[in-house]
């Protein structure tokens, strides 16, 4: 398989690749090894012009076609998705550093679940009839206009997906500008909309960092964001977009907790624990990093963990038998090293892992701490890496203020056999997404989102369709019109 993986321009605007070499430059870093797989450049200000200009272009001639129209697109468009899943999962194996194994069942598909379910409803989206004695209203179901999407590293295809699939449903067209770190696969995701017949402008990729994504918000002719990223990153956003009364969805992080109770089944609890903590080598925004476990099963719990990490294969992420891979830059591998020290300072308990690996690429062992109390950092900040804390608890009471007790509130899981236990958790939790006895499943079917810090607004299922749209009301007088004089 060739390393190579430069596309043929860096911008995808109009229905066409699009470049501008005046823009910075933008390597692309395959994680596994530190080797350049394309070079590309930021978006200029010309650039950023000619995208909405084209996404402002194109709206209203999409909004005024069918939904069935529209979700034909969509669905075909999730049909070329899943026909070419391997060439677009070795894809983001490069962009990324995920192992393939992962990547084959989690991107590009989930991508495709969402074209299909939202090109599914398209033609069902409208308003409602609501009688007033003789007179009547109606509402229309209006698209928002043009939108911007931002993406963060983790789950570039999923992200540009999960956004353009709703926004495109309800009529509006989009600017997505995907994470600095990981500009491929939106762009594939751009072309195969307009090989499916979007028309030119409905979704255009613009490339680059921060400040590209800050003069895509701060333009007038931008109804609504949505950014899938940091809390300090969705504060500066929603901020800017709140000077133009901008629509918002804001996909943030978290610190979730999971809670394994005494009657709970234990291998269940671990492998919960092993996909909401070491999955894409720990990226994931709402993984269940704060694992609290009932002192009565707290030794069984990690030394049927400390066996299963045994499991982990380490190696080349392009190789199916890997399962565990780097993270997605140097950076960030800094970053999780200085908490896994953090770790170690404050007392934590090491079980496992805690080491950069001995090889190339940016390979962070999987991690876990026992010993974590609330107030230790590891306990408290977003790591976003393989570290998984174990604190323990003795009463449901303790263990649901403890969980709670954090800024963000993405998700929370439980595990339990005592239903009513479970149920009364899972209504405790300040958490947009709850897991009885499961953990990190997020088909597109269902709400997601966080509360507190960790966002606002829902992605996926029909939620998301409030967030792409407006209602306009219309009453319509039957009678005569009453007045005081
Ligand atoms: N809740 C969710 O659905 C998810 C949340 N995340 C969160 O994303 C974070 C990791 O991703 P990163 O890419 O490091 O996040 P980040 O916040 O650094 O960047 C996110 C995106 O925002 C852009 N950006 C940065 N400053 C901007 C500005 N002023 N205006 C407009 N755009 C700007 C970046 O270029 C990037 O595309 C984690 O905190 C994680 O929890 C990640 C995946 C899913």
Known sequence: MTRN?????????NGRYVEDTDGD???????????????????TPAIVEQALAAAQAAQAEWAAMTGTERGRILRRAADIIRERNRDLSELETLDTGKPLQETLVADATSGADALEYFGGIAASLGGEHIQLGGDWAYTIREPLGVCVGIGAWNYPTQIACWKAAPALACGNTMVFKPSEETPLCALKVAEILVEAGAPPGVFNVVQGAGEVGASLVGDERVAKVSLTGSVP????????????????????????????????DIDDAVSAAINGNFYSSGQICSNGTRVFVHKDVLEPFLSKMAERLKGA?????????????????????????????????????????????????????????????????????????????????????EALKRANATPYGLSAGVFTKDLAR???????????????????????????????????GRENAKAAVEHYSQLKTVYVGMGPVEAPF
């Not at 805690?354 to 999987?366: L, Q, S």
Request: charged share 25%.
């Open 5 to 13: 993986a430069q596309p043929k321009a860096s911008h995808f605007i």
């Open 25 to 43: 430059a933008l390597t692309c870093i395959y994680p596994a090894t530190g080797e350049e797989v394309a070079r590309l450049h930021k978006g």
């Open 233 to 264: 990153t969705g504060r500066r956003v929603y901020a800017a977009a709140a000077e133009g009364m901008k629509h918002v969805t804001m996909e943030l992080g978290g610190k979730s907790p999971m809670l394994v109770f005494e009657d709970a």
């Open 313 to 397: 294969v380490m190696g080349d992420p392009l190789d199916e038998a890997t399962n565990f891979g780097p993270m997605v830059s140097e950076r960030q591998m800094q970053i999780v090293l200085g908490y896994i020290d953090k770790g170690k300072a404050e007392g934590a308990r090491l079980i496992s892992g805690g080491n950069r690996a001995d090889r190339d690429g940016w390979f962070v062992e999987p991690t876990v701490f026992a010993d974590v109390t609330d107030d230790m950092t590891i306990a408290r900040e977003e790591i976003f890496g393989p570290v998984l804390s174990v604190l323990s608890f003795e009463t449901e009471d």
């Open 422 to 456: 479970a149920h009364r958790v899972a209504a405790g939790f300040r958490a947009g997404t709850c897991w009885i006895n499961q953990y990190n499943l997020t088909p597109v079917e269902v709400p997601f989102g966080g509360v507190k810090m960790s966002g606002v």
